[in-house]
């Protein structure tokens, strides 16, 4: 008689016609990993505060205010932990879905991330999607996110005149720059 714990477990086997709709849920399931590793790591970067007793009247002093979380208010560690988050969001589930085909009349720039207008749109952006996506805003969340910031946000990021106007993506003449903004005029102040 031979011992069942030995016994080797029969292969799981998938009919052709359900590969298609296997696939499709494995990718799905995949980036929603993707996605709550990307959370997470977030969240196990933040500082743990614990709320401290105020003296005096009921409201709270200024001090005690969270901070934006908006990125470019962040610096250092913050803002390159926020950056490697947002990198993740633009180039796993961003990019694959709304990238499009990339022209002189809708341009973009694999190195988006050192454009300052365009980190500031696209980590907008995000922080819009993560709220609008959750099962809290209901079930016309995600149409809203569409309408109300991905429609804009692609109009100004994508524009000729936007931030990657003097970028090219032309495999025999490649070019990333970073436009230079104006320097604000100085006027002397006279009495």
């Known amino acids: ?31 929603e990993v993707r996605q709550h590793g990307v959370i997470l790591d977030r969240l196990g970067s933040e500082p743990v505060s614990t709320p401290q007793p105020t003296a005096g009247a009921a409201g709270t002093d200024k ?29 796993y589930l961003f990019l694959p879905v709304y990238g499009r085909e990339i022209s002189t009349t809708r341009p973009w720039c694999d190195q988006w991330h050192q454009h300052p207008e365009a980190v500031a749109r696209l980590h907008a952006l995000w922080l819009a999607w993560q709220q609008l996506t959750d099962a809290e805003a209901g079930l016309s969340g995600p149409s809203t996110w569409h309408r109300d910031h991905l429609d804009q946000a692609l109009v100004h990021l994508r524009a000729p005149d936007g931030p990657f106007a003097a970028c090219t993506t032309s495999p025999t003449r490649p070019n990333h720059r970073v436009l230079a903004t104006p320097a604000p005029k100085l006027t002397g102040a006279t009495r």
């Open 63 to 91: 001090a005690d205010a969270p901070a934006s979380v908006f990125i470019l208010a962040l610096g250092g560690e913050a803002y390159a932990v926020e950056l490697a988050a947002l990198s993740d969001w633009v180039n």
């Open 1 to 31: 008689m031979s011992d069942p714990s030995k016994a080797t477990p029969e292969p799981f086997r998938v009919p052709d016609g359900d590969l298609d709709d296997l696939a499709s849920t494995l990718a799905k399931t995949m980036a």
